[in-house]
T-cell receptor, first 113, second 115 residues
């Protein structure tokens, strides 16, 4: 069975500081990994995905994530936080068919001026 | 621009009522999904459909049913609403073709309150 654990339900950073949101997964098969972002009163939007190939994945809005198989991690980073990054972020893992996606509990990112 | 729309943003229903949540996508996607989102639990899959009239149970199907009569429309039905079904409901769609089938596009959600 697949599972996702996001470390920290809330993360607060200052504007311009590094953003690091942590995600660990469990999967018995090669995982397909995702980060989604949810802005207030909106649905989820895909930030980036890892399926195969390069383990460092770049997404929209300057975010990137690195797949580390040995650590079963897929942490999300951004070098410099912007106020507009304040949102809830979800890590997710999918089966090979793309039908059953398991989402983490979410991490709410606060950005201080 | 791709779009998934849901019939209501907010809905208030009474216990025991039959509730219909509608979702429409304009991207010609084969796959459609219904999730519920609760604080601290993330999103949990209720049902999904990979073709017209086809449906599969997700992780929490109890108390729900679905209908997909047309490719673009996927309905979630609460046969007899209960207070523990108060939640945010999110619809999503994705294409079937390889390489992009993992990319789910979400609607804005329906916040359902059952009193």
């Amino acid at each position: 069975a697949q599972s996702v654990t996001q470390l920290g339900s809330h993360v607060s950073v200052s504007e311009g500081a590094l953003v690091l949101l942590r995600c660990n997964y469990s999967s018995s098969v090669p995982p397909y990994l995702f980060w989604y972002v949810q802005y207030p009163n909106q649905g989820l939007q895909l930030l980036l995905k890892y399926t195969t190939g390069a383990t460092l994945v770049k997404g929209i809005n300057g975010f990137e994530a690195e797949f580390k198989k040995s650590e079963t991690s897929f942490h999300l980073t951004k070098p410099s936080a912007h106020m507009s990054d304040a949102a809830e972020y979800f890590c997710a893992v999918s089966d090979s068919g793309g039908f059953k996606t398991i989402f983490g509990a979410g991490t709410r990112l606060f950005v201080k001026a | 621009d791709v779009k998934v729309t849901q019939s209501s943003r907010y809905l208030v229903k009474r216990t025991g009522e039959k509730v219909f949540l509608e979702c429409v996508q304009d991207m010609d996607h084969e796959n459609m999904f219904w999730y519920r989102q609760d604080p601290g639990l993330g999103l949990r899959l209720i049902y999904f459909s990979y073709d017209v009239k086809m449906k599969e149970k997700g992780d929490i199907p109890e108390g729900y049913s679905v209908s997909r009569e047309k490719k673009e429309r996927f309905s979630l039905i609460l046969e007899s609403a209960s207070t523990n079904q108060t939640s945010m409901y999110l619809c999503a769609s994705s294409p079937a073709r390889s390489g992009r089938r993992y990319e789910q596009y979400f609607g804005p959600g329906t916040r359902l309150t059952v009193t």
